[in-house]
């Protein structure tokens, strides 16, 4: 006797199904991408006071090496944003970490400055490209009361990305050079893409999108929720199927404003933290700070930033998100102006920079789960990855104004002064945003 055929929608099953042990995976394996694009890019910043020594190349010429794979990030997130919407998540997300991997083991091949830019280059590819599609991954595979603190705990992985590389380059750097840090950060990702190969699922609303997908779905969907008979030849269905997936879907149904505002808050803060990732440790150097104690610095940065995401989110579930994502601006700003504060002393700076990760780090993992709030399933994958396209334009200029800031040689103090005050900005774009439409929730 033939089942009866049943309609499924997809992201109404998803919302409310119970946490269950593939989540959970899917949450440590995009936890393990933002980890590894974490210390990819945060590598330069440990290893920049070598190789300026090494190429003879003053901080005025750092600038561009710096940005280099932000150019990168932009592209790649613009690109493969909307590659992830179009292909999959899961077979988009895997090529660019396996590029980037490849192009980080590379980069410990370099001879001179041309080649180091054009390998950042390319590496920045994947890291632009693997964030978006892991942060819509995770949203899409994720339970509606649990989809903001599951993308907050994987964006998490960033911040323990560049922690960890702190941790590693205060003794390969010191000890064996530069070059051992990038072979280290190359293979590391380079593992985890056979990994996510074998392990990872893919998106059941970028599947349900598809045609001849249903065996696989009713196999995912068993998996993400057990409370339900699937069966491969049910249909399965999303009420959102209707809108387009164009780019022109982020600023309808009254998405412009937020979207807007996203793009500003992204551009901003990123422009900012790449601006502490790359140039803190050369400029305490430069400020006579022993390399081995600026990178601990640095790493303090990074403790702050999980720390600071984990209060962000248990707040967030409690009060307004936006509202909350606003303070950790207002305070990021603060914080950042108190490292000039501080003037390259070990204790006034560390505690600033801990202070900056705890509200500025943390504010950046914030905006990922507003991100996927805006947008539906068909174009939340390239809705992320503009916004995060605009923060990458950020992250390029933060460098490059770094670069040009250092021709004036100003004092220590007016590096803090002139990139914490724009975050001041980002909390008033956040505050001014809309709640998003209902059609963005699936």
């Not at 009866?4 to 119970?18: E, G, H, I, L, Q």
């Not at 400055?113 to 964030?131: D, H």
């Not at 140039?279 to 104690?293: E, F, I, N, S, T």
């Not at 606003?326 to 490292?339: C, P, R, S, V």
Request: aromatic share 10%.
């Amino acid at each position: 006797m033939n089942q009866p055929v049943k309609t499924w929608d997809v992201a109404a099953r998803v919302s409310d199904a119970r946490l269950g042990a593939l989540h959970w995976l899917v949450l440590a394996l995009t936890f393990a991408v933002a980890a590894t694009d974490g210390l990819d890019a945060q590598i330069l910043g440990f290893t920049a006071p070598r190789i300026a020594a090494e190429f003879g190349i003053g901080n005025e010429r750092l600038g561009p090496v710096f940005s280099a794979a932000m150019i990168g990030m932009t592209v790649g997130a613009l690109l493969f944003g909307t590659l992830g919407d179009r292909f999959g998540r899961r077979r988009t997300m895997m090529f660019c970490v396996a590029l980037f991997g490849g192009g980080t083991l590379l980069t410990a091949l370099a001879g001179g400055v041309t080649e180091l830019v054009l390998l950042r280059l390319v590496t920045g590819l994947g890291l632009g490209g693997a964030l978006p599609n892991a942060v819509t991954l995770v949203a899409e595979c994720a339970p509606g009361k649990h989809r903001a603190l599951l993308v907050t705990l994987m964006y998490i992985g960033f911040s323990v990305g560049g922690l960890l590389g702190g941790v590693i380059a205060g003794s390969l750097v010191i000890d064996h050079g530069w070059r051992v840090m990038f072979l280290v950060g190359g293979a590391l990702p380079l593992v985890l893409s056979v990994v996510l190969a074998a392990l990872l699922p893919e998106s059941p609303q970028y599947l349900t999108r598809q045609a001849g997908t249903g065996a696989r779905l009713s196999r995912l969907m068993t998996r993400l929720d057990s409370s339900g008979a699937y069966g491969a030849q049910d249909r399965y269905s999303l009420p959102e199927l209707a809108d387009r997936a164009d780019v022109g879907e982020l600023f309808r149904n009254r998405r412009l404003r937020n979207t807007l505002l996203l793009w500003l808050a992204f551009f901003i803060n990123l422009l900012v933290l790449f601006f502490l990732m790359n140039w803190l440790p050369k400029l305490l150097v430069d400020r006579g700070v022993p390399l081995a104690q600026a990178i601990r610095i640095t790493v303090t940065f990074n403790i702050g930033g999980v720390l600071g995401a984990l209060g962000l989110a248990w707040l967030s579930a409690r009060y307004n998100p936006r509202r909350m994502l606003a303070a950790f601006f207002a305070l990021g700003a603060l914080a950042i102006m108190a490292i000039g504060l501080g003037d390259g002393h070990f204790a006034p700076v560390a505690a600033a920079c801990f202070a900056t990760g705890l509200f500025a780090g943390a504010a950046q993992v914030g905006l990922y789960p507003i991100a996927t709030q805006v947008y539906p399933s068909t174009v939340r994958a390239t809705g992320v990855g503009w916004a995060q396209a605009w923060g990458r334009i950020g992250s390029i200029f933060g460098p490059l104004a770094g670069g040009w800031l250092a021709v004036l040689e100003p004092h220590f103090a007016v590096y803090f002064l002139v990139f914490g005050a724009p975050l001041l900005v980002a909390a008033a774009a956040i505050a001014a945003m809309r709640d998003a439409p209902p059609s963005s929730a699936g």
